[in-house]
């Protein structure tokens, strides 16, 4: 049996939104549960545009950050004043407004929900940030957040979206913590008494609480996509599902997320990647599990995503969607057909009456 539907993570190359919209529509019709906008212009980069918000001091000083001030009196401070509004809210608001005229074309199909891709704060401060300055403007940017969550909410109705965050420095944080990830920036910045992954998850329910209960959540779990590489390749799948169980363990985040997408190496193809996946605990999270999409599909390798899909289909107990690893707003223009044929071959529809 093939699998049901096809998540797009997020970033798709594209002249705007309109165009990735129309895109993904057409190559993938009766697949696709929600619609992202491709996060196109200065998005492109998954947080590189957020540097910005954040004054030259605290910025790594590889990313062109100042050098800290040698003072007495330690290390900066700084307020809300100093850190500048994400503008996630603009672009979602903006996005929103082409998705409707789309879909009152009937170009975007009446059940497809547009889906808004955003970051966790930490995975921002620990891409950008001195860490010995990132606790300090931790709250700051998280009140930033705040706001930009409540203009979204505000101006998108609330069956009508899903909100997935995006967490990558997450998974290295908890690859070092275990031992496996030597790079001393993927540390932590925090400490917290229970622990680095109660610690991380912690700071996502705190801002999924901000988000209204009718409003569904999803979660991109993620090692990293720099030139189309890893931070660390994972061992197999057991660190993710360990964050996983974590997050749906708080009713409010297992009661209402919607997927969580899951990478797969496009080595993997063995069944010890994909078996810990059995261990993920999807019954108790409400009356409708999250869905799962796996992240087989891999340009101009179909033979190798039918392999990577008949592997988990031997190892896991409950059906799956597909998706690439990551975004693909730093894949070459042309691999993006190549996906998209393999998205479609390898999957059946209609979505609306599977999910």
């Not at 545009?49 to 004054?55: H, I």
């Not at 261990?279 to 995503?305: C, F, M, Q, W």
């Amino acid at each position: 049996m093939e699998p049901t539907g096809v998540l797009m993570v997020g970033s798709v190359p594209g002249a705007s939104p309109h165009d990735v919209f129309v895109r993904l529509a057409a190559a993938l019709p009766g697949r696709l549960q929600a619609i992202p906008d491709g996060e196109t212009g200065e998005r492109w980069n998954y947080i590189g545009w957020q540097l910005g918000r954040f004054p030259p001091v605290a910025r790594r000083n590889e990313l062109g950050g100042s050098p800290l001030p040698e003072s007495a009196s330690g290390l900066p401070t700084f307020t809300l004043a100093d850190i500048k509004p994400t503008a996630y809210d603009e672009a979602a608001l903006s996005s929103y407004n082409e998705f409707k005229q789309l879909r009152q074309q009937n170009v975007i199909p009446p059940y497809v929900r547009f889906q808004i891709g955003l970051p966790s704060p930490y995975s921002v401060l620990v891409g950008h940030l001195k860490p010995e300055l990132a606790v300090t403007i931790e709250p700051l940017y998280e009140q930033r957040f705040v706001e930009t969550i409540d203009r979204i909410v505000t101006g998108i109705p609330h069956d009508d979206v899903v909100i997935q965050w995006d967490l990558c420095f997450e998974m290295t944080a908890l690859e070092f913590d275990r031992g496996r990830d030597l790079d001393a920036r993927h540390q932590a910045y925090f400490s917290s008494p229970s622990g680095v992954l109660q610690g991380l998850v912690e700071r996502i329910v705190r801002l999924s609480e901000r988000i209204p209960e009718d409003v569904k959540i999803a979660f991109h779990l993620c090692y990293g996509d720099l030139r189309h590489k890893h931070f660390i390749e994972p061992q197999d799948t057991s660190l993710l599902v360990e964050l996983a169980n974590a997050l749906l363990a708080h009713e409010t985040i297992g009661s209402r997320t919607e997927w969580i997408h899951l990478p797969v190496p496009k080595g993997r193809t063995d069944s010890n990647y994909f078996s810990p996946l059995k261990g993920l605990k999807l019954e108790k999270t409400g009356s409708k599990r999250p869905y799962i999409y796996l992240g087989v599909v891999h340009a101009n390798d179909g033979a190798g995503t039918k392999k990577r899909i008949e592997t988990a289909q031997a190892s896991v107990p409950f059906p799956f969607g597909v998706a690439t690893e990551c975004g693909l707003g730093r894949t070459p223009p042309e691999e993006i057909d190549s996906i998209l044929e393999i998205c479609r071959e390898v999957t059946s529809e209609p979505i609306q009456e599977n999910l």
